[in-house]
């Protein structure tokens, strides 16, 4: 058994997940490292530091820079990196989408231009799929499409159907590439992805369908990307229900610590989101009383630490008139202290919502940190 289902309160799950490279207690918030690197230089001993249990990559991007069959060659990811607790990738699927120049969409995959050099490249399930088995993550994610917020209905059938028969190829060929003598990481797991848009009876039966794969993890994808919040919790609201409660729930992408809040209540396990880094390295930082922007005048003369008794490497040691200043002088410093924080923030309060599940009052916590966070600033 992969998962363990610990305990639940209402539909909020605590679990525990068992893989090669270490166990991750849900639920978890992923450090996002597209490119192999947390922005805002942050390295994997500082992710060591602020708590993090997860790293995330990208297949895409680590495909046109440097290369993953390089990192196949150095011996993996995990190596590279120097990082030996879990990583997980994303396929590819979304980034192509968002990112690429798309050519063409076609049943095989996808065709489109690197944004690195332009050149025109192929990925398909196969494809993306021998990417990841080149970098060695711990967790591989499905090739999908990922359809604009606003797609119309029959657009949303078509793609969901096809990202279906993608799923299944993917599973095949990892079965294929996990089996082989030079692999990397032969233990390596796939997720299916949850598509639909806002369309809840699409995703249903997509859920259902996909659950009957019996893989190790399921992702609802295809949310914050334009839908306002109400429609992301009313489709975690029908959709969470249909995928298996004794695996992991992956809500791809989201979010600000409220979202997040909002999704472990409706049973999502993991969660992965860019906020706290980007937010981090344009001096927004999270407090439990709200959000502070730092090039802020009123913290000029501010020597208290950006949050009173949080622990992070950052406000142990320097004082917010401090960061604005290095900030201000656009030193890099200024950002890689906010982003620890940020991250540190982030995978505190995911160790908060364990253990409030833990002791049977995740209502009572969930509802104190929302009400303390949007009490504003100080
Ligand atoms: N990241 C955020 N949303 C998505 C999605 O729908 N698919 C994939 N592959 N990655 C994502
Ligand atoms: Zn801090």
């Not at 166990?23 to 992923?30: A, D, G, K, S, W």
């Not at 604009?148 to 095949?172: F, G, H, I, M, Q």
């Not at 999502?268 to 407090?287: A, E, I, K, L, Q």
């Not at 995978?347 to 969930?366: H, P, Q, S, V, W």
Request: glycine fraction near 8%; aromatic fraction near 8%.
């Amino acid at each position: 058994m992969k998962y363990e289902l610990l305990k639940t309160e209402g539909r909020a799950k605590r679990g525990r997940f068992h893989t090669v490279h270490g166990v991750i207690e849900t639920p978890v918030f992923m450090n996002v490292g597209t490119v192999a690197a947390i922005k805002g230089a942050v390295s994997t001993d500082d992710l060591r530091e602020i708590k993090c249990q997860v790293e995330l990559s990208n297949t895409y991007h680590l495909h046109v820079r440097t290369g993953d069959k390089l990192i196949k060659e150095l011996g993996g990811l995990h190596k590279f990196m120097n990082w030996d607790r879990p990583i997980l990738t994303d396929s590819g699927g979304f980034q192509v989408f968002s990112l690429a120049g798309i050519r063409k969409i076609k049943e095989e995959g996808v065709t489109f231009n690197s944004h690195i050099d332009g050149r025109k490249i192929f990925m398909g399930p196969e494809e993306s799929m021998q990417i990841q088995s080149n970098l060695g993550s711990t967790i591989a994610m499905a090739f999908d499409e990922c359809p604009p917020a606003l797609a119309e209905r029959k657009y949303v059938e078509d793609s969901v159907a096809r990202t279906t028969r993608w799923l299944y190829r993917c599973k095949e060929e990892m079965a294929r590439l996990n089996s082989l003598e030079k692999t990397i990481n032969k233990e390596q797991l796939l997720f299916g992805i949850n598509q639909g848009a806002v369309f809840n009876d699409i995703r249903i039966e997509h859920a259902k369908i996909i659950s009957e794969l019996d893989l190790p993890g399921y992702a609802v994808g295809g949310l914050a990307v334009g839908e306002s919040h109400e429609q992301m919790y009313d489709v975690l609201d029908h959709v969470v229900p249909y995928l298996p409660q004794n695996k992991p729930t992956y809500l791809m992408g989201v979010g600000t610590p409220a979202n997040i809040l909002e999704a472990v209540d409706r049973g999502v396990d993991f969660f992965d989101c860019v906020y706290p880094s980007r937010n981090g390295r344009h001096g927004h930082v999270y407090t439990n009383h709200g959000k502070l922007n730092l090039f802020n005048q009123k913290f000029e003369k501010d020597m208290r630490p950006i949050e009173e008794g949080c622990g992070c490497p950052t406000c142990r040691s320097y004082s917010r008139a401090y960061v604005r200043h290095l900030l201000k002088a656009k030193e890099m410093l200024g950002m890689r202290l906010c982003v620890l924080h940020n991250l540190y923030f982030y995978n505190t309060m995911m160790e908060e919502i364990r253990d409030a599940l833990d002791a049977g009052e995740f209502a009572a916590y969930k509802k104190r940190k929302l009400d303390s966070m949007a009490q504003g600033q100080d």
